[in-house]
């Protein structure tokens, strides 16, 4: 016989108020949303549902909106309370190289790097945590943000509890929205005019971040959704998912446009002043000295 522990299920009473929620959500789905102490329902969607007419759209405009948005909009503002220190005894050709490697919260890393690099990074690529409920979406320390990274990467001891953001939490998409918004805000600054971020993702958060990203980055600069495929498991229940995405974002699409088009003009005159050449008719011809894209008859260079 299993011997019971304070932690075990059997040893409580039910929990009425969550099987409510259960109810509800089977016959209602849109009633439950993510609150800040998890799972709630939405009192305004329920008075529409059983015709309250005192429910008025005064509030409503498009978005994507979920508890925490305005302090992570405000932690992407907070200054850094770090610096990076180089580690030359870790380093290999720490004189010669150019290639540079930081270890530390991500977060704190790009608002220390927006001091030399902002406005001048050509392509930012991001691979977050997918939020599968296996791996962790820490939540951010408002005040230290490097002793809650090295908490949570062990490197010092702080009694902090480490879990996976699992959906039974209540918060599953809370967390993981608080945790991007704020590091693709500072990402952008780093951006030049004609930069790119590109940020791997898969089915279950790909609808938020492309939102979020229109948001951060404006909808008129949404560049694609790649699709790639993995390898494949046959282990599904239901359908086996071989495929993930990477979600393509511009700084500026319109310049990134324009630069694109001025570039294909440039290649196609390079290509026409190496193979033709102008031709006129008599040795005093004043065409002679016109640039290429005079109108005057061409030969092919031999």
Not at 120 to 143: A, E, H
Not at 153 to 176: D, K, L, P, Y
Not at 248 to 253: D, E, G, Q, W
Request: charged share 30%; net charge neutral; glycine share 6%.
């Amino acid at each position: 016989m299993k011997k019971l522990t304070v932690n075990d299920p059997e040893t409580h009473s039910p929990d009425l108020v969550a099987e409510n929620v259960e109810r509800l959500k089977a016959l209602f789905p849109e009633l439950v949303t993510e609150g800040p102490d998890g799972a709630a329902v939405n009192v305004d969607v329920l008075k529409q549902l059983v015709g309250d007419q005192t429910v008025t759209n005064a509030d409503e405009k498009y978005g994507l909106n979920w508890h925490g948005k305005r302090r992570a909009r405000q932690l992407a503002l907070t200054p850094s309370t770090g610096t990076l220190r180089p580690c030359p005894e870790d380093s290999v050709d720490w004189d010669t190289t150019q290639n540079l490697m930081i270890e530390g919260d991500n977060l704190e890393v790009l608002k220390l790097l927006q001091k030399s690099y902002a406005g001048k990074v050509k392509l930012i690529y991001i691979d977050p945590p997918y939020n599968t409920g296996k791996d962790f979406v820490y939540p951010d320390d408002f005040k230290d943000n490097i002793k809650n990274y090295l908490e949570l990467t062990g490197q010092v001891e702080g009694g902090r509890t480490i879990s996976s953001n699992t959906e039974a939490s209540g918060r599953f998409h809370t967390n993981w929205l608080n945790m991007v918004l704020p590091r693709l805000k500072v990402a952008r600054s780093l951006l030049t005019r004609d930069g790119v971020i590109l940020m791997s993702i898969d089915d279950k958060e790909i609808a938020n971040l492309r939102t979020v990203c229109d948001e951060i980055f404006g909808a008129e600069n949404f560049v694609a959704v790649l699709v790639w495929e993995k390898s494949r498991k046959n282990d599904a229940k239901l359908m086996s998912s071989g495929h993930e995405y990477v979600l393509v974002c511009a700084n500026s699409l319109a310049f990134l446009n324009e630069r694109a088009v001025k570039e294909r003009t440039r290649r196609r005159l390079l290509r026409w002043f190496r193979h033709y050449r102008p031709r006129c008719d008599g040795p005093e011809c004043s065409r002679r000295r016109q640039p290429p894209l005079y109108p005057c008859a061409a030969t092919r260079a031999a």
